[in-house]
């Protein structure tokens, strides 16, 4: 077992892990972060996107002792202070954006970083921004509204 100190959504966590623990188990089964997901065993879907230290990443491409000492954004940490939905949650929402839902916390993450890198992508570039994300229902169309509309109001957070 290694020690690791990790700050999830704001919490700092120290925790004992074994060094094959991926950062996505780790985030599920000791954090209690569910809202993370795995989708596959592929490193393809993308579902299990979090943010460690400003960058969008695969968490079950990550080993939790090499996340070690950094801070994790998840799906569960986009809510404000009182609640309120994330405006790309919110977008999603409106826009009927996710259908089975599975996919939708990775594909929220990576649309979010997607638009903090470029804040006002062409359609293309989105549909190019989240190809790492696979969404199994085939929502695409209306998950590029929601990045749409979410760069159209000028928020990037
Ligand atoms: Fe990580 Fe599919 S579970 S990419
Ligand atoms: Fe079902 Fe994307 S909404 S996999």
Not at 45 to 66: F, I, M, Y
Request: hydrophobic share 35%; net charge negative; proline share 3%.
């Amino acid at each position: 077992m290694t020690k690791i100190n990790l700050t999830v959504d704001g919490v700092v966590y120290a925790d004992d892990v074994e060094p094959r623990t991926l950062l996505v188990h780790y985030l599920r089964e000791q954090v209690g972060k569910v809202g993370t997901v795995v989708g596959c065993d592929t490193s393809n879907c993308g579902a299990c996107t979090v943010d460690l230290n400003g960058q969008s990443v695969k968490s079950c491409t990550v080993l939790a002792v090499g996340a070690d000492g950094g801070q994790v954004t998840t799906i569960e940490g986009l809510e404000g202070a009182d609640g309120s939905l994330h405006p790309m949650q919110q977008a999603f929402h409106e826009n009927h954006a996710l259908q089975c839902g599975y996919c939708t916390p990775g594909m929220i993450m990576a649309c979010r970083d997607l638009l903090k890198n470029n804040p006002h992508p062409s359609e293309d570039e989105i549909r190019e921004g989240i190809e790492g994300n696979l969404c199994r229902c085939t929502g695409y169309q209306n998950i590029v509204k929601a990045v749409q509309a979410v760069a159209d109001a000028g928020v990037t957070a």
